[in-house]
């Protein structure tokens, strides 16, 4: 468009004066609308290439599109088998995390029965330990079985070395 618009100025602002200048003139003005004219010609060829190509370029990115809504029938089956094995992964992780809540709360409840069982014994081994007297065994054991404390020609030492116990290989001795 702007070319010829450039070939109008050209054609509108030469002048026909004769003589030899004029004539030059003439031939650079042709020659000049010559060149704009080609120059033209060319850039509607490479225009026309362009469009060309884009137009190319839509029809195979339509076609691609085409053939990518289309799916096989293979990977359908593909795609199915995909997902019933995750469904079966996903159905055993939620069985083996239930399984395992399961037996939390079993050690929970277990750790609880183990600590109410030490607490009864605790209390039981109280209660034995407040009924038994002291005084009373002691007195006991003088009045109505006869028991009396040792005397000091009874009593033997043993001389034990650094040994945390001892072996005995015979009988204590009676006196």
């Not at 607490?119 to 028991?147: T, W």
Request: charge should be negative; aromatic fraction near 8%; glycine fraction near 2%.
């Amino acid at each position: 468009m702007r070319q010829q618009q450039e070939l109008q100025y050209w054609e509108s602002n030469t002048t026909y004066i004769d003589g030899n200048a004029a004539r030059e003139l003439q031939r650079e003005t042709r020659q000049r609308r010559e060149q704009v004219h080609q120059e033209f010609v060319r850039r509607q060829e490479e225009e026309r290439e362009l469009k060309k190509r884009q137009r190319q370029t839509r029809v195979a990115v339509q076609r691609n599109r085409a053939r990518s809504l289309q799916i096989s029938p293979a990977y359908v089956l593909f795609l199915t088998a995909t997902v019933a094995v995750m469904a079966m992964v996903f159905a055993c992780y939620l069985h083996l995390q239930s399984v395992l809540n399961q037996n939390v709360q079993n050690v929970a409840s277990l750790e609880t029965e183990v600590l109410n069982l030490k607490n009864d014994n605790d209390a039981v081994q109280k209660k034995i330990s407040n009924s038994v007297n002291i005084d009373n065994i002691r007195q006991r054991a003088m009045d109505e079985l006869g028991m009396a404390y040792p005397q000091e020609d009874q009593i033997e030492y043993f001389e034990v070395d650094n040994d945390d116990y001892m072996n005995q290989y015979e009988e204590i001795p009676e006196r």
